[in-house]
């Protein structure tokens, strides 16, 4: 089916830049020929509305024709961009729970979308973000998550409560923690990271009982800790591959 | 020494928002409260002049006291922002190169800036660039690359000729590769990464002496380019921590 965009669906649309509307609709903006592409071909079902201005999209739902000014209005991308769907928030099963990241006040979109990328290209079973990280469904997150937010479950809870109910290990990364490449590690674990600038907090500190770091060879005073997650996830999966 | 900034002085500074003004005079252009104070700690020398609205600020060197607006005016930074330095051009002297990054046509200023701050977290001694790699002095690079642009010295040259002509042994990242965690790494090396999208090209692809991955255990297509590069420097520093 194919529509014109009326004055009060722009405006719901561009409603879901903010949280709070997000959260009450429980829905989000997918932006970009790229991704949409991607939502079109493997989770068409969560799709709500396309808008577009690319006379040529081929969707089997509902479709709404505009130009590439209303596009630009509604979406969030500066890049000239022809394409654009409100999509359900996804709702991945969280099955058995081996390899958990779980991160504690994250903010930068863009390092969370990374961190939720890479943690699907290393199979990690499940997201636990405390509650004063980033929301999964801003518009930056969703653009550098690449779909993976569609194929790893991510919840967002009161962290220490979840670390102190948990059987496994828990491990996190630490300024003063041991070398990670002289320690044997586990399968099954919980990988605790901080934010960007203030590490991991205080209260969360207290639950760690493996504290592990990534050697400095050169100058840089820290590392991203998009990258930081990457190293340690890889450390992880490489310890299982050289047994 | 204190003055008010000019309207020419304006829109010079603004013209340094492309790379062939940048080149034409040899400044760039550094952002924000924290990289400006990290230069005047360690690299003022590097400093031409600051333009701030912060009258509290300490350097002894050229201030030009502004407002806010002129400070978003001349700056590209979205965010509240009162400090801005025009800087030289890092002539980082180039030593012993044990450990070389290649990059073939990284396009994103972020990954770039990311990718600098991390070779310089794992002490790598020369980063080489293709000429079509994005440029070192971008603004978004700048920032994200957190003062490593005066740590690493970095060049930008015709690759395959720099690549011919090396000692070196030369890996690659491509997704045919053998597993990187099974194999046994030299201290001696240069890695090549490739673009975002096209990955490494075709004439660079054939100089490749040992094609190399990082083996995927999930769902995602890819990793982000400077997470891969951030897991393959890891393991080339980890091979020689485990010797």
């Known amino acids: ?17 903010l949280k709070k509307h997000r959260d009450a609709e429980g829905v989000f903006i997918v932006e970009g020929d790229k991704m949409v592409s991607e939502l079109i ?4 079902h969560y799709i709500e509305f396309i808008c577009t201005s690319d006379q040529s999209i081929q969707f089997n739902g509902m479709v709404y024709q505009t130009d590439d000014k209303t596009i630009k209005e509604i979406g969030s991308l ?15 099963p969280v099955g058995e729970t081996k390899l958990v990241l779980a991160l504690d006040g994250i903010q930068d979109p863009g390092n969370f979308g990374t961190i939720v ?21 801003n518009p930056k997150v969703v653009q550098s998550s690449m779909g993976s937010l569609f194929r790893v479950p991510i919840i967002y809870t009161d962290l220490p409560s979840f670390l102190s109910n948990s059987n496994l290990p828990i491990y996190g990364a630490l300024l003063e923690g041991e070398n990670v490449y ?8 919980i990988i605790v990271m901080g934010n960007e600038g203030a590490g991991i907090s205080a209260g969360i500190q207290k639950l760690i009982q493996h504290k ?13 800790v998009a990258i930081a997650t990457g190293i340690l996830l ?8 050289k047994l």
Do not use: Q, Y
């Not at 089916?1 to 830049?17: A, D, F, P, R």
């Not at 990328?117 to 999964?136: A, N, Q, Y």
């Not at 592990?212 to 991203?224: C, K």
């Not at 890889?234 to 591959?241: A, H, M, Q």
């Open 212 to 224: 592990i770091h990534i050697p400095r060879f050169g100058g840089a005073e820290s590392l991203n």
């Open 117 to 137: 990328r890479t943690s699907d290209w290393f199979g990690v079973d499940l997201i636990v973000c405390s509650k004063g990280t980033v929301d999964m469904l």
């Open 182 to 189: 002289s320690k044997s590690l586990p399968e099954n674990a």
């Open 41 to 44: 071909e493997h989770w068409s």
């Open 78 to 92: 500066t890049t000239p961009n022809k394409i654009l769907a409100v999509v359900k928030k996804p709702n991945v």
């Open 1 to 17: 089916m194919v529509e014109t965009l009326s004055k009060n669906k722009i405006k719901w649309i561009k409603s879901l830049h």
């Open 234 to 241: 890889s450390e992880f999966r490489s310890s299982i591959k």
